[in-house]
């Protein structure tokens, strides 16, 4: 199965409504039927986990709701 676009979204404890700024330098190597995903950390955040998505359209914020979290 192809994936369109992936997203790579941080989810720290936040108060409702914050803006949270997301993971950088987000790199995707497929390699023998893998998929491996490596990012900058953030070192200014504690605690974080981190969710990835895929969709076959480049994922927006009208569209995530219909991606697929992995």
Do not use: K
Request: proline share 6%.
């Amino acid at each position: 199965m192809a994936i369109g676009t992936l997203v790579l979204v941080a989810c720290p404890r936040l108060v409702l409504g914050q803006t949270v700024p997301q993971p950088t330098a987000l790199q995707a190597v497929h390699r023998s039927g893998q998929t491996f995903l490596t990012w900058s950390e953030r070192v200014d955040m504690t605690g974080e986990r981190y969710r990835v998505y895929r969709h076959s359209s480049p994922i927006t914020a009208t569209n995530l709701g219909s991606a697929r979290r992995l």
